[in-house]
């Protein structure tokens, strides 16, 4: 059991790229899907753990229609005893940015350099 919404449009529409399908498990949800046609449309929720899916918050910013769930109570992986005010290790991102190869100036001597011989046009 989940949570479904229906949604009715004033004009009939279709859905550009058909019934749409998405899993985002790492933020709790087996399933959302988007289907239907003309003027009423289905938007299901399935929570991946068994039950009810918590009612979102519907709001729209004019082209976009926003569901915005509750965020699941996390498991603290360190005791709520152990949580003080002592220095520790903040988490961080595992991301880092792929290096570019530096710029580099070529010798100041390149430049003035040359093996060829220029002849003045005006002798």
């Known amino acids: 059991m989940g949570w479904e919404g229906q949604l009715i449009l004033p004009n009939p529409t279709s859905l550009r790229r058909g019934p749409q399908r ?11 899907s988007l289907e239907g046609e003309g003027d009423r449309f289905v938007i ?5 753990k068994a039950g009810a ?6 709001s729209a910013d004019g082209r976009n229609l ?8 996390q498991a603290s992986s ?5 949580i003080s005010n ?9 991301f880092v940015p792929p290096l570019q190869p530096r710029a580099v ?5 390149d430049m003035a350099v040359g093996s060829l011989l220029l002849r003045n046009p005006v002798s």
């Open 86 to 94: 002592t220095p520790g290790r903040v988490p961080q991102s595992a």
């Open 53 to 58: 899916a918590p009612r979102p918050v519907v």
């Open 22 to 32: 998405l899993a985002l498990p790492e933020a709790g949800f087996e399933t959302i």
């Open 66 to 73: 926003i569901l915005s769930f509750a965020a699941a109570p």
């Open 78 to 82: 360190r005791p709520a005893a152990s």
């Open 105 to 109: 100036a070529p010798p100041v001597g």
């Open 44 to 48: 299901q929720v399935t929570p991946v």
